[in-house]
């Protein structure tokens, strides 16, 4: 079994200034094969203090739900039954305004950051919304 918690703490910055998504992808995760209960799932989200679960299809494609939500999930259920599969994936080099018009367009409210193969996190709409005014000023409006 692959359980993994991966975090950035530091942002990351482009020579303009601007973050990047890999840099805003910061939200601490757990990974779990698709044949997990809720109530399984849980208990590794809970160990590992990760606010999103992260659930690993055979086809190697994946889905998240997070911990508050697996809370209302009755627990023999399959963890894959909660999940959310994003449609588009962001490059880490993507920029705040690109990640934001990819969720517009997307009608989601995270999407995962991903370089080739390897899932390097998730970026959701608060953690966009939520920068500081000046780093905000500093991007470029979406088209």
């Not at 299809?57 to 994003?86: I, K």
């Amino acid at each position: 079994m692959d359980m993994r918690r991966i975090e950035t703490h530091t942002p990351a910055r482009t020579n303009s200034g601007v973050r990047a998504a890999k840099g805003l992808s910061s939200l601490g995760f757990v990974s779990v094969p698709a044949w997990f209960t809720v109530g399984a799932a849980r208990k590794v989200a809970e160990a590992k203090k990760a606010p999103f679960v992260v659930v690993q299809e055979a086809a190697g494609g994946f889905g998240a739900v997070s911990a508050a939500e697996l809370e209302c999930a009755p627990a023999g259920h399959l963890v894959s039954r909660w999940v959310r599969r994003s449609p588009v994936e962001v490059s880490p080099q993507a920029r705040q305004h690109e990640a934001l018009a990819l969720m517009d367009a997307a009608g989601t409210n995270w999407l995962p950051v991903r370089a080739a193969t390897v899932l390097m996190g998730l970026v959701t709409r608060q953690s966009l919304t939520q920068m500081a005014p000046a780093e905000l000023s500093a991007t470029p409006a979406a088209a």
